[in-house]
C-alpha cells in the first residue's frame, strides 16, 4: 500500500469522503435512521432530504475547517468531541459488532474477544503512516456500502409487504431535528485534504469532499429509509435496537443478515478508525501550531491513549451501562452545537439571512434533541463536564497570555 | 519487518486480553434443550439480566423471559417465590 500523498482528484472523490463517511456509516446511524423512519412514515424522507440541504449549506458556510483557524478558548471544542466520541461511540459500537459477529457469523467465538480484536486491528493501523490509515479507511467504507448496496437494490427491487404510511401517533415536534443527528461526523471529510499533493487548493478541496460526502450518505440514508418502510411495519422500526437487522432479514432472509452483519462490522471499523484518524490528525496539528504539548503531536500518543481508554471502558463493563447513551448523546449534541457556531461566526461578519437562520435551526435542533432524549438531566450533566474539560486548557492559555506573557501561545503546557 | 511487528503487537495483546476475560468458568451453564425443557414445563423463571449495549445490540431474545437489572435485586426480587427456579443471562 502506496504511503506517498495521493493526487488531489483521488483525495477528493475517495479517499477525504471516506474519512467523513466513517461516522456516517457506523451501525448506530442506521439505528437512529430506523428509529427516525418508524416514527416519521414517508414525511420523514422529506425531513432527510431538508436536512441534507441544511448541511450543505452548512459546508457551504466553510465547517470542517475549524481546528485550523478557531484560535482562544474555544479552540479545544471541536478535538474534544472528537476524542469523547472517539472514547464513548467507540465503546459501543464495538461491543455492538462484537455481539454481531457471534450472533451472525461465530457463535462460540466471544463477543468480547471480537470487540478487543477490532479495537487492536484500528490500533495497529494507527500505528503507521496517516497516509495508510486514510487509505485503509477508504477501502473500510467501501466494503460497508458493498454490503449495504445489494440489500437497498434488493429492498427496492423486491415488492416489500407493507406500504409506507403515516405513523398511527404523532411523533411530536423534536422529529424535525432527529435527520440532524445523522450527519454528525461529515466534517471529518474537511480533515484529510491537507495531505493532498496541492495544499493550495485545500480549501476547495475541503468544499468539494464535504459536498460529495453529504451527496453519497444523504441518498444512503433516503434509500435505505424507503427500502426500510417499504419491509417492515413501522411500528416494528420505531424504537428498535436493530431496525437495520429486522429490515435486512425481510429484504433477503439469512443472506441480508449476513450482509447486514458484515456492513455493521466494516461500519464500526470505519467508524472507529475514522475518529481516531481524525484526532490525530487534529491533535498533530494543534500541536504543531502549539496549541497542545508537542507530546500529543506524535503520531501514536493519540491512538495510543484512545485505545487504552477504550479498552479500560470495555473491560469495566461500561458498554453494559445505559449511562454509555448518555455520553453518547452529549458528546454528539456538543458535536451539533459546533456546528450552529460556524454560522453563527459567518453572520457576525457579513450579516447575511442564510447563516443567522442555519445557526438558529441547528441550536434549536440541539436543545430539542437533548430534551427529548432519555434522562435529559444526566446528559446535560455531561455535556457540562464535556465542555468544561474542552474550555480548561483554552481559559489557562487566555489567562497567561493576559498576564503578560504572550511567549505561552506558542509553547506547549501541561 | 518494524512496521509488521507495530501492526501485530497491539493486536495480540488485545487479542490475548480479550480470549483472558472471555469467559467465567465459576458460573454454571444449562443448556438450551434442559431451558426449553424446564420453560415448557413452567418450572423456571428467565431472567434476562442483559444491559445496555448488551442488551440493545443482540438479536437474539428469549420469548417470556424477564428483564432484570442487577443492580436493583431489591426491587424485582420480590415478583419471584423463594423456591422458584431462576436461569440467569447475561450474554
Given at each position: 500500500?502506496?504511503?506517498?500523498?495521493?493526487?488531489?482528484?483521488?483525495?477528493?472523490?475517495?479517499?477525504?469522503?471516506?474519512?467523513?463517511?466513517?461516522?456516517?456509516?457506523?451501525?448506530?446511524?442506521?439505528?437512529?435512521?430506523?428509529?427516525?423512519?418508524?416514527?416519521?412514515?414517508?414525511?420523514?424522507?422529506?425531513?432527510?432530504?431538508?436536512?441534507?440541504?441544511?448541511?450543505?449549506?452548512?459546508?457551504?458556510?466553510?465547517?470542517?475547517?475549524?481546528?485550523?483557524?478557531?484560535?482562544?478558548?474555544?479552540?479545544?471544542?471541536?478535538?474534544?468531541?472528537?476524542?469523547?466520541?472517539?472514547?464513548?461511540?467507540?465503546?459501543?459500537?464495538?461491543?455492538?459488532?462484537?455481539?454481531?459477529?457471534?450472533?451472525?457469523?461465530?457463535?462460540?467465538?466471544?463477543?468480547?474477544?471480537?470487540?478487543?480484536?477490532?479495537?487492536?486491528?484500528?490500533?495497529?493501523?494507527?500505528?503507521?503512516?496517516?497516509?495508510?490509515?486514510?487509505?485503509?479507511?477508504?477501502?473500510?467504507?467501501?466494503?460497508?456500502?458493498?454490503?449495504?448496496?445489494?440489500?437497498?437494490?434488493?429492498?427496492?427491487?423486491?415488492?416489500?409487504?407493507?406500504?409506507?404510511?403515516?405513523?398511527?401517533?404523532?411523533?411530536?415536534?423534536?422529529?424535525?431535528?432527529?435527520?440532524?443527528?445523522?450527519?454528525?461526523?461529515?466534517?471529518?471529510?474537511?480533515?484529510?485534504?491537507?495531505?493532498?499533493?496541492?495544499?493550495?487548493?485545500?480549501?476547495?478541496?475541503?468544499?468539494?469532499?464535504?459536498?460529495?460526502?453529504?451527496?453519497?450518505?444523504?441518498?444512503?440514508?433516503?434509500?435505505?429509509?424507503?427500502?426500510?418502510?417499504?419491509?417492515?411495519?413501522?411500528?416494528?422500526?420505531?424504537?428498535?435496537?436493530?431496525?437495520?437487522?429486522?429490515?435486512?432479514?425481510?429484504?433477503?432472509?439469512?443472506?441480508?443478515?449476513?450482509?447486514?452483519?458484515?456492513?455493521?462490522?466494516?461500519?464500526?471499523?470505519?467508524?472507529?478508525?475514522?475518529?481516531?484518524?481524525?484526532?490525530?490528525?487534529?491533535?498533530?496539528?494543534?500541536?504543531?501550531?502549539?496549541?497542545?504539548?508537542?507530546?500529543?503531536?506524535?503520531?501514536?500518543?493519540?491512538?495510543?491513549?484512545?485505545?487504552?481508554?477504550?479498552?479500560?471502558?470495555?473491560?469495566?463493563?461500561?458498554?453494559?451501562?445505559?449511562r454509555?447513551?448518555n455520553w453518547?448523546q452529549a458528546v454528539?449534541i456538543l458535536?451539533?452545537?459546533?456546528?450552529?457556531?460556524?454560522?453563527?461566526?459567518?453572520?457576525?461578519?457579513?450579516?447575511?439571512?442564510?447563516?443567522?437562520?442555519?445557526?438558529?435551526?441547528?441550536?434549536?435542533?440541539?436543545?430539542?434533541?437533548l430534551?427529548?432524549g432519555e434522562s435529559p438531566l444526566l446528559t446535560i450533566s455531561y455535556l457540562i463536564i464535556i465542555l468544561g474539560v474542552?474550555?480548561?486548557?483554552?481559559?489557562?492559555?487566555?489567562?497567561?497570555?493576559?498576564?503578560?506573557?504572550?511567549?505561552?501561545?506558542?509553547?506547549?503546557?501541561? | 519487518?518494524?512496521?509488521?511487528?507495530?501492526?501485530?503487537?497491539?493486536?495480540?495483546?488485545?487479542?490475548?486480553?480479550?480470549?483472558?476475560?472471555?469467559?467465567?468458568?465459576?458460573?454454571?451453564?444449562?443448556?438450551?434443550?434442559?431451558?426449553?425443557?424446564?420453560?415448557?414445563?413452567?418450572?423456571?423463571?428467565?431472567?434476562?439480566?442483559?444491559?445496555?449495549?448488551?442488551?440493545?445490540?443482540?438479536?437474539?431474545?428469549?420469548?417470556?423471559?424477564?428483564?432484570?437489572?442487577?443492580?436493583?435485586?431489591?426491587?424485582?426480587?420480590?415478583?419471584?417465590?423463594?423456591?422458584?427456579?431462576?436461569?440467569?443471562?447475561?450474554?
Amino acid at each position: 500500500m502506496t504511503t506517498e500523498k495521493p493526487s488531489s482528484t483521488l483525495m477528493i472523490k475517495c479517499i477525504a469522503p471516506a474519512l467523513g463517511l466513517g461516522l456516517l456509516v457506523s451501525p448506530d446511524t442506521l439505528v437512529r435512521l430506523g428509529d427516525f423512519t418508524g416514527r416519521t412514515g414517508w414525511p420523514g424522507w422529506i425531513l432527510l432530504a431538508g436536512a441534507m440541504v441544511v448541511f450543505f449549506f452548512l459546508a457551504a458556510a466553510g465547517t470542517g475547517q475549524e481546528t485550523h483557524d478557531n484560535p482562544g478558548i474555544w479552540q479545544y471544542v471541536p478535538l474534544t468531541v472528537k476524542l469523547g466520541a472517539a472514547i464513548f461511540l467507540s465503546t459501543g459500537i464495538l461491543v455492538s459488532a462484537g455481539f454481531v459477529f457471534n450472533e451472525i457469523f461465530l457463535y462460540w467465538f466471544p463477543n468480547f474477544g471480537f470487540a478487543f480484536l477490532l479495537l487492536g486491528l484500528v490500533l495497529g493501523i494507527q500505528l503507521m503512516k496517516i497516509q495508510t490509515g486514510l487509505n485503509i479507511q477508504a477501502l473500510a467504507v467501501l466494503l460497508t456500502l458493498a454490503c449495504v448496496l445489494p440489500l437497498v437494490i434488493g429492498g427496492m427491487v423486491v415488492q416489500g409487504p407493507v406500504s409506507p404510511a403515516l405513523p398511527e401517533q404523532f411523533p411530536g415536534f423534536p422529529v424535525l431535528f432527529f435527520p440532524l443527528m445523522l450527519w454528525i461526523g461529515f466534517d471529518l471529510a474537511g480533515l484529510a485534504p491537507a495531505h493532498a499533493d496541492t495544499p493550495n487548493s485545500e480549501g476547495n478541496n475541503r468544499s468539494n469532499a464535504l459536498g460529495l460526502t453529504i451527496a453519497v450518505s444523504g441518498i444512503l440514508f433516503l434509500a435505505w429509509a424507503v427500502v426500510s418502510a417499504l419491509h417492515v411495519p413501522l411500528d416494528k422500526l420505531s424504537g428498535s435496537t436493530i431496525p437495520h437487522l429486522r429490515a435486512a432479514r425481510s429484504i433477503m432472509g439469512d443472506a441480508g443478515r449476513y450482509l447486514m452483519g458484515g456492513a455493521v462490522i466494516f461500519g464500526t471499523f470505519s467508524a472507529v478508525n475514522a475518529l481516531f484518524l481524525a484526532c490525530r490528525i487534529s491533535g498533530t496539528t494543534m500541536a504543531r501550531n502549539g496549541a497542545l504539548p508537542k507530546t500529543l503531536g506524535k503520531p501514536v500518543v493519540i491512538p495510543l491513549v484512545l485505545a487504552l481508554c477504550i479498552g479500560l471502558m470495555m473491560a469495566l463493563g461500561m458498554a453494559g451501562s445505559e449511562r454509555l447513551e448518555n455520553w453518547i448523546q452529549a458528546v454528539f449534541i456538543l458535536w451539533l452545537m459546533t456546528y450552529a457556531a460556524i454560522p453563527a461566526r459567518r453572520f457576525k461578519r457579513k450579516k447575511s439571512p442564510i447563516p443567522a437562520l442555519l445557526a438558529i435551526w441547528i441550536a434549536a435542533g440541539s436543545v430539542f434533541l437533548l430534551f427529548s432524549g432519555e434522562s435529559p438531566l444526566l446528559t446535560i450533566s455531561y455535556l457540562i463536564i464535556i465542555l468544561g474539560v474542552s474550555l480548561a486548557p483554552g481559559l489557562i492559555f487566555t489567562l497567561a497570555s493576559k498576564q503578560g506573557a504572550p511567549k505561552k501561545h506558542n509553547q506547549p503546557h501541561n | 519487518m518494524k512496521k509488521i511487528f507495530a501492526f501485530l503487537i497491539p493486536v495480540f495483546a488485545f487479542a490475548l486480553f480479550a480470549a483472558y476475560g472471555g469467559s467465567d468458568s465459576s458460573a454454571s451453564i444449562v443448556t438450551k434443550e434442559t431451558l426449553k425443557g424446564w420453560m415448557d414445563n413452567g418450572s423456571v423463571a428467565v431472567l434476562d439480566a442483559r444491559q445496555g449495549r448488551d442488551w440493545s445490540s443482540s438479536e437474539f431474545k428469549i420469548k417470556g423471559a424477564h428483564r432484570t437489572a442487577p443492580a436493583k435485586i431489591a426491587d424485582w426480587k420480590s415478583g419471584f417465590a423463594k423456591d422458584q427456579k431462576l436461569v440467569i443471562y447475561c450474554a
